[in-house]
Structures are given as C-alpha cells and as structure tokens.
C-alpha cells in the first residue's frame, strides 16, 4: 500500500522559509517520479515541482524557479520541499504526489496523493 505523508507546513512571514517533507512508502518501480502540487482557496491544483526518484534535474514551475528547491533522501525514502523568499501568493495547501508515469505537471497525471499540509504567508 501506498502513503505519502507530508509534514513541515506553517505560519511564516513574508521572506521566510519553510521545508516541507514527504516520507514515501510502498513505492516499488525503481524511477517513479515524486511531485509538489499547491491549491489555494477557490484555485485549482497548480504543479509546483517534479523529478524522477533517481533523477538528477528537478524541474519547476516558473513561480517558484530559483526560489524553491526539491531534493530527495534515497535512505529515508523523502523528499523535501525547501521554500526561500517566500511571498504572500505561496500560501496554499501544498500535497506532495508519486506517478509511475513521466514527469507529473497536472493532478491527473498522479496516481498516488498525500492528504497536504498548508502553508500560510502573511503580508
């Protein structure tokens, strides 16, 4: 069974930081592709970053490009969502997501979810 648990959001002024975590398990391909998709309140579900489990280049969203970055922790089956300079529009639900398909820029491109954890930016 597959779980993606994600941890790490909170409350943070403008310009801060945050690290988000994912801890995967019961992913069996050798290279799926892990994701961080973001919803904000009467948005729809927007790609924020993606890379294959055993893949050197992440790619990103041009919202967050040179400000986020994704990396991953092969022994603690993790990935992490590190958030600089955040901003006031960051502020959403952010779910981290697992495809055994290519690289996932839409929600229906993912066959496995995490439940979220929210990020919130004051002004």
């Known amino acids: 069974q597959v779980q993606l648990v994600e941890s790490g959001g909170g409350l943070v002024q403008a310009g801060g930081s945050l690290r988000l975590s994912c801890a995967a398990s019961?992913?069996?391909?050798?290279?799926?592709?892990m994701a961080w998709f973001r919803q904000a309140p009467g948005k729809e579900r927007e790609f924020v970053a993606a890379?294959?489990?055993?893949?050197?280049?992440?790619y990103y969203a041009d919202s967050v490009k040179g400000r986020f970055t994704f990396s991953r922790d092969n022994a603690k089956n993790t990935v992490y969502l590190q958030m600089n300079s955040l901003k006031p529009e960051d502020t959403a639900v952010y779910y981290c997501?697992?495809?055994?398909?290519?690289?996932?820029?839409?929600?229906?491109?993912?066959?496995?979810w995490g439940r979220g954890t929210q990020v919130t930016v004051s002004s």
């Open positions: 019961g992913l069996t391909y050798t290279n799926y592709a």
């Open positions: 997501a697992a495809s055994y398909r290519n690289i996932p820029r839409t929600p229906d491109t993912c066959d496995y």
């Open positions: 890379r294959f489990w055993n893949g050197a280049v992440p």
